[in-house]
């Protein structure tokens, strides 16, 4: 049975995680818990609750840059953002609704699965506004890396490592962020009633303009019939959205330059604030997959003008999705069959991509690769970037792929 335990500070995980390495035992790292069902399930001997390490403890709105501890509530960071007018600029998702539950992610967990929005096309990824660490490694060593501006990083840069490593190098118990001043003004242009591989070309031709975008979407017209967005909801047609953000004037310029882009296409529209902030809410988090329960959740990244091909397989196969980041990232919805769709969606792509189981039973997370296989030279460049941080196993062993 998995004992837990629950340290007070970073030097309590220290010395438990080196306890645990002289005595080989294994440890599950948690923050709040919210993405527990995310990645291989996992058997540990202990459980390594990290929650008392929160709380914000330097935050200058003026030079952009947020510290904390790495277990404090994402929903608390970002409100204390708000009321500076400010965010964190990959817009991380809300899975809670995915995995079903109502808890609040951490600051951490987001980093450690590098997790970001829609906003990904400008604003890059989370690793890519992951400043500075402290952390503990596999061996108990305590270690930092990274400082408050990017000037200041010196030696490796630890931060994007840990970055998409979900807790299999190191625990992190502090981290310090970038963060950026919110929109004046959103807008979003809509596109209706193309089909996919009209879509894609209308999402690149946005993309290419000198109109900085920052979000192209396309939802067939059964996933855009399930958005609370009554505009989107009632057209009765597929749905091609691409953003704007900024400064008022230049936002509706923008928005006017990008309605006439596409008017070449078919008939447009236009989502204001408050519904745009919504739709694009419910593009990040999967809302338009969650009506069956039982779906398996799969998230693919090829290149765009792959993307059509690899969604017709999936429909051929019974399934449904949409598009992001311009046609470069799906979110498909597959039957629970004996492999989830695993064969059919990695072969639709022919090794030129990624794809992330997010969403299965533990029974098919156990019984195919959650996260895409690895060649043997990238896996044995991984097997020995674990040795140096975790050489007994001692961090959520077989997490990400069986060996780590």
Request: net charge neutral; aromatic share 6%.
């Amino acid at each position: 049975m998995t004992e837990d335990l629950k340290p007070v500070n970073a030097k309590q995980v220290a010395e438990i995680l080196t306890w645990a390495g002289a005595e080989e035992k294994t440890v599950e790292l948690v923050g709040s818990g919210s993405k527990v069902d995310l990645g291989r399930p996992i058997t540990t001997d202990f459980r390594l609750h990290l929650s008392a390490l929160e709380g914000v403890d330097l935050y200058e709105p003026e030079e952009l840059v947020l510290r904390a501890g790495a277990a404090t509530s994402l929903g608390k960071i970002q409100a204390m953002l708000a009321q500076q007018r400010q965010q964190l600029a990959f817009e991380p998702p809300d899975f809670s609704e995915l995995y079903g539950h109502v808890k609040d992610q951490t600051i951490g967990g987001v980093l450690a699965g590098n997790l970001a929005g829609p906003r990904r096309i400008k604003a890059g990824a989370a690793r890519d506004h992951f400043l500075g660490l402290e952390a503990v490694s596999g061996r108990g060593g305590m270690f930092k890396s990274g400082g408050r501006v990017v000037k200041n990083v010196t030696g490796y840069d630890l931060c994007k490592l840990m970055a998409g490593s979900f807790g299999t190098l190191a625990a992190l118990t502090e981290v310090t962020v970038k963060v950026l001043p919110a929109p004046e003004k959103i807008r979003t242009v809509l596109l209706f009633g193309q089909n996919d591989s009209q879509a894609i070309p209308a999402m690149s031709r946005a993309a290419g303009s000198p109109h900085e975008v920052s979000a192209l979407a396309h939802l067939p017209d059964v996933i855009a019939s399930r958005s609370t967005v009554s505009y989107i909801r009632n057209a009765g047609a597929s749905v091609t959205a691409v953003r704007v953000e900024g400064p008022g004037p230049s936002v509706e310029h923008r928005a006017d330059r990008l309605r006439q882009l596409w008017g070449d296409y078919g008939e447009v529209e236009e989502l204001h604030g408050h519904n745009s902030n919504i739709f694009w809410c419910e593009v990040a988090n999967v809302a338009s997959l969650l009506p069956n329960p039982d779906a398996v959740i799969w998230k693919i990244s090829v290149t765009p003008s792959k993307g059509a091909d690899v969604m017709a397989a999936a429909r051929a196969g019974g399934g449904e999705g949409y598009y992001d980041w311009a046609g470069g990232l799906l979110w498909l919805a597959m039957e629970h069959d004996k492999d989830g769709g695993a064969a059919m969606v990695r072969g639709a792509f022919s090794g030129d991509g990624h794809a992330t189981l997010m969403r299965g039973s533990a029974e098919l997370r156990q019984q195919v690769d959650v996260f895409q296989p690895v060649v043997p030279g990238l896996a044995a460049l991984s097997a020995r970037i674990k040795n140096s941080f975790d050489p007994r196993g001692v961090l959520n062993p077989g997490r990400m792929h069986g060996a780590y």
